[in-house]
């Protein structure tokens, strides 16, 4: 066996960001109209969670349609008609068979390129951006759409109080392109990890092989998601802390160096946890919760057009990207913001 020292030095090819897009469905709930039916408060939902409307998916429209109209707005932005694959994140899949991700590459016309799904929990893009990351480092592949897509109103149980308030639906999506380690854009290390032992602190009881549906229904259905909250948003602040310190450290910088902190939007109060824990100042770490929610695997992309689009993101900043899901999952990576990026929301 070859010892890892024997291995030549890693390639000075990297995927770097050329392209972004978002999109959100046009219907929105507030925490009013929530309230109507709940038995919780919009002062509630604001203090503890940071969230104030989210967008909704019309009953007609699925993930890919979302993803579709993401992965449209990225390839635009970057001025790409054609990629080599499509990776698709996402914990809410038009189907369980097929994956949702071929789907959406038809719909966008990228004639028979290779295209799956993550399925990573809210960590899912920054999982799928690694792997299309590590696609690109050797070789495989020149240019990748990454989508993050969620329908989370599909799991979630509207009458549930513990989870109604948090998620919400939408979509966005990066294209990555080859380029030389080390420019703005290309994307740092990864680190990441998981724990399966806390596989039940948020899932969904049914519909896999472990299961099949039930006609259940109510709190107990087992079609919905159901979230040890406190126990996850504890996960959720440790993990995240940490996974953004092992990427800084793996890009050679320190924590201080940090100017952006883009963070899975959860809850307003585990990103504050998070910031406070690395010393990084309300200002370096961009938000979007008030008004889109918890939108899982599509967080991150989101975030990144709104904050891009708005002003937030500019180019020659330091921006350090975490995330944290269901799983446990975790990851996080770096980059430099790169010049001339225009993010199509
Ligand atoms: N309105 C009013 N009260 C609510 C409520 C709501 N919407 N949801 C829960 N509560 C109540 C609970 O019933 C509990 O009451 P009790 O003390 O009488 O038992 C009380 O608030 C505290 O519950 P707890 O779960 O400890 O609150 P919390 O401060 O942890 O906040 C979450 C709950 C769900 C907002 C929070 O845990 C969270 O955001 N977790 C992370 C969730 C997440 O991001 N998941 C996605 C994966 S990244």
Redesign the pocket.
Known sequence: MTSPDALPPPPSRAARLIGLGSWLPLRQITNTELCSR????AE??QA??GITTRHVADPATATSDMAVEAGLRAMKSAEVEHVDALLLATTTPDHPVPSTAPTVAHRLGLRQVPAFDVAA??SGFVYATSVAAALIQSGTAHTVLVVGAETMSAIIDPAD???A??FGDGAGAVVLEAGRAGEPGTLGPVAWGSDGEHAGA?YVPEGGSRRSPSPVTGAEAGRYVH?Q??V??RH?VRHMSQVARDAAAAAGWAVRDIDRLIV?Q??A??SAAVADDLGIPPEGVPSNIARVG?T?AASIPLLLAHATADGRLTAGQRVLVAA???GFTWAATTLVWPRGLQALT
């Open positions: 709940l038995d919780t408060s509630w939902i503890r969670i929990g809210c109080r513990s989870t308030p948090i948020i979230m909250g406190n996850v948003l959720a899975h959860a809850n109060r585990i918890n899982s944290f899901g269901a």
